[in-house]
Antibody, heavy 114, light 109 residues
């Protein structure tokens, strides 16, 4: 059974870089597209983007070129970096499998402090 | 960018009722790449429907999706107690960014 687990700092200072990793078990990272989605507290879902092991990426333009996603084949992981964060980037960050989220991680809350 | 609008914002129903949730897109969602998710408090969303009408693995057949173009519907034929949650639609795969609707909350009347 596929399992996804997000990991990374729960607290990031404003203007710094948010870095998260999603560890995939039960499926090869080479088989699917992999997606990041976030949800500010009490609000709806926002699509951040996706990455493919081939290097193909697609990011939400609303994040103004602050996003980078990558894949680590050796660890069966994919990652998210979001630069120049502000308090508006405080959210639960989810990783998911497929362009539509067929499987999701449990999510990790990242708080940006001012 | 395709904007998705969901209605109603809140649906108050009783167990056993039929729920009909609407998702309308600002432009046509090509290849019917429309998904529906269920989210309960403190949990990650769960995929219910993809391709507008295909149930995801393990999803009960009381959940059904329909529609094409700009108008899509999620129907829950008979609400079970565990179905009271927030439901989101998302368009994916054809028009980036892959946007979500604002959600419909189905609560107990």
């Amino acid at each position: 059974q596929v399992h996804l687990l997000e990991s990374g700092p729960g607290l990031v200072k404003s203007s710094e870089t948010l870095s998260l990793t999603c560890t995939v078990s039960g499926a090869s990272i080479t088989t699917y597209y992999w997606t990041w989605i976030r949800q500010p507290p009490g609000k709806g879902l926002e699509w951040i983007g996706y990455v493919h092991h081939s290097g193909n990426t697609n990011y939400n333009p609303s994040l103004k070129n602050r996003v980078t996603m990558s894949v680590d084949l050796s660890k069966n992981q994919f990652s998210l970096k979001l630069n120049s964060v502000t308090v508006a980037d405080t959210a639960v960050y989810y990783c998911a499998r497929d362009l539509m989220g067929s499987r999701w991680g449990q999510g990790t809350l990242v708080t940006v402090s001012s | 960018e395709i904007v998705l609008t969901q209605s109603p914002g809140t649906l108050s129903l009783s167990p056993g009722d039929r729920a009909t949730l609407s998702c309308r897109a600002s432009q046509s969602v090509t290849t019917r790449n429309l998904a529906w998710y269920q989210q309960k408090p403190g949990q990650a969303p769960r995929l219910l429907i993809y391709g507008a009408s295909t149930r995801a693995t393990g999803i009960p057949d009381r959940f059904s999706g329909s529609g094409l173009g700009t108008d899509f519907t999620l129907t829950i034929s008979r609400l079970e107690p565990e179905d009271f949650a927030v439901y989101y639609c998302q368009q994916y795969g054809s028009s980036s960014p892959f946007t979500f609707g604002p959600g419909t909350k189905v609560d107990i009347k």
